[in-house]
């Protein structure tokens, strides 16, 4: 998957969450690519995020913090 792709998926997550309160769209962000996303493609997220997150949903930056911390 190229980067543009994880950011274009990742940021039409944040989309369709972007009317919910603001707690519970971070945690559907989060929720939902730590149960759709494969472990390559969210280590793919959390690597880009780590390089700077250029490009990301601020809502996918908050949840990736979710995502690095157990279920």
Do not use: C, Y
């Not at 880009?48 to 979710?66: K, N, S, T």
């Amino acid at each position: 998957m190229t980067t543009e792709r994880m950011l274009t998926m990742a940021n039409q997550i944040a989309d369709f969450f972007r009317s919910f309160p603001h707690e519970e769209a971070v945690a559907g962000v989060a929720q939902h690519v730590r149960q759709f996303w494969d472990p390559r493609m969210r280590r793919k997220l959390l690597e880009h995020l780590d390089a700077g997150g250029e490009g990301f949903d601020p809502l996918v930056r908050e949840a990736a913090a979710r995502l690095r911390q157990p279920a």
